[in-house]
Nanobody
Framework: VQLVESGGGSVQAGGSLRLSCAAS????????IGWFRQSPGKEREGVSC????????YYGDSVKGRFTMSSDTTKNMVYLQMFSLKSEDTAVYFC????????????????????????WGRGTHVTVSS
């Protein structure tokens, strides 16, 4: 499985940005694909994920209502549309894939969690200025 992200950049707070992930090489009908982010000095955070088994999309608490994950299977693309961006959304965003996904509580905050996560893209930078 190969994952290649694009679409990062700089935007002002309140603005929008769409990230893309070109996904190829999937050999199983049972998989999960999602978005993670990491900023300097912080732990990696699960943003959203899609679970093929139940066709559900899960969102972390910090982005719920602002970010939308979608896909175009004809193009093997996964997207993360980000609205109402905040300075705390500044991070490197990674596309990742594994076996299945759900929501995991980390210090009381729900995050997207992919089990048996074994594929990562190289990431794309998002900078939100206030």
């Amino acid at each position: 499985v190969q994952l290649v992200e694009s679409g990062g950049g700089s935007v002002q707070a309140g603005g929008s940005l769409r990230l893309s992930c070109a996904a190829s090489g999937f050999t199983s009908d049972h998989y999960a694909i999602g978005w993670f982010r990491q900023s300097p000095g912080k732990e990696r955070e699960g943003v959203s994920c899609f679970n093929s088994d139940d066709a559900k999309i899960y969102y972390g608490d910090s982005v719920k209502g602002r970010f939308t994950m979608s896909s175009d299977t004809t193009k093997n693309m996964v997207y993360l549309q980000m609205f109402s961006l905040k300075s705390e959304d500044t991070a490197v965003y990674f596309c990742a894939a594994g076996r299945d996904c759900s929501i995991l509580s980390v210090d009381g905050i729900g995050q997207a969690y992919i089990r048996y996560l074994d594929r990562w893209g190289r990431g794309t930078h998002v900078t939100v200025s206030s």
